[in-house]
């Protein structure tokens, strides 16, 4: 059988900002299709992951490692040309622009553009088409979720990076995301940053743990799901049979100030797997 070649590999990634050593070695990569989901207790580093990997580690930060899409290394690659050839990009906080409208917002967004694209995105989200004409600040949290997922695929990606797309969002909203990925999981591979485990089932195909700045666990997401011993001492939750699944532990040793009731816990839900819409 033939091997599967990575879209993504990243070696030995190590972020150092602010004189703290956030990920110490970190190494994985991301299939060709479908979903791969980036997990790990809050503060463990995964956003970071997902800014290094697009050259948007602050600026005094220091990045070590390496970084490859297909045969191409992205060390040292600006951003603006990695979006360029297809690395797009939906942040933890959807950045839409809310003093404009949900058309500019899309506008500003397209670099090859034209109907079909267009044609495409609101066929995903029929709601960005009825609303373009009001301005991205007044849209619920959902619907700037989608605006920010939209405006990605208006150009043609070879990866996507997603952060948190569920993140606050109620049950029914984090279903339509979850929705929304699946389908665009279709044509473009997607490496996703989701504590939702629920989401995490219904979507992801493999996945990588992180604890401590470095990868704890990678393999087949339902291999880790099934094994409710290993999820809770990776993840510090149960899945099996149990209700909810937030992760919002701060990593032991993590430099994380974050709090679990922060409003950013994922959504609880009696039936997780009813949240993500199965
Ligand atoms: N610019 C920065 N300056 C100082 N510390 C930072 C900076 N960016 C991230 N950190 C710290 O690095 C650690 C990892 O942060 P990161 O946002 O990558 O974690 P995460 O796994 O995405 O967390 P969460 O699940 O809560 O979103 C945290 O302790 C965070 O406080």
Redesign the pocket.
Same mark, same amino acid.
């Given at each position: 059988m033939s091997e599967v070649v990575p879209i993504l590999a990243v070696a030995e990634l190590s972020v150092r900002? /602010?004189g !703290?050593h956030?990920l110490q070695g970190v190494s994985f990569t991301v299939a060709p299709s479908g979903v791969t989901v980036l997990l790990?207790r809050?503060? %463990?580093?995964?956003?970071?992951?997902l800014r290094a990997i697009l050259g948007l580690t602050?600026r005094g930060?220091e990045v070590r490692g390496t970084v490859r899409m297909g045969d191409r290394s992205l060390a040292g690659e600006p951003t603006h040309r990695l979006v360029r050839d297809g690395l797009g990009y939906v942040p933890?906080d959807r950045c839409v622009f809310a003093g404009l409208t949900v058309t500019e917002n899309l506008r500003l967004a397209e670099r090859r553009g034209g109907s079909p694209a267009y044609d495409r995105v609101f066929e995903l989200f029929p709601e960005l088409k009825r609303r373009g004409r009001q301005r991205a600040g007044s849209l619920s949290g959902g619907q700037q979720q989608m605006l920010a997922i939209g405006r990605v695929l208006l150009n043609d990606n070879r990866l996507l990076l997603v952060d948190?797309p569920t993140k606050g969002l109620a049950p029914k909203v984090v279903t339509e995301v979850a929705e929304v990925l699946e389908r665009v999981a279709v044509a473009v591979p997607v490496l996703l %940053?989701e504590?939702n485990l629920a989401v995490v089932r219904r979507l992801a195909s493999d996945a990588v743990v !992180?604890a401590a700045g470095r990868v704890a666990w990678s393999g087949a997401a339902d291999e880790l799901l099934r094994e409710a011993e290993l999820t809770r001492s990776l993840l510090g939750v149960g899945v099996a049979g149990e209700s909810h699944v937030p992760l919002s532990t701060p990593a032991p040793g &993590? /430099?994380?100030? &974050?709090s679990p009731t922060d409003g &950013?816990v994922p959504v609880s839900s009696s039936s997780d797997a009813e949240v993500a819409g199965r």
């Open positions: 900002i /602010a !703290l956030i790990g809050n503060g %463990v580093g995964k956003t970071t992951t602050p930060g933890e948190e %940053v504590q !992180l &993590s /430099a994380a100030l &974050s &950013s």
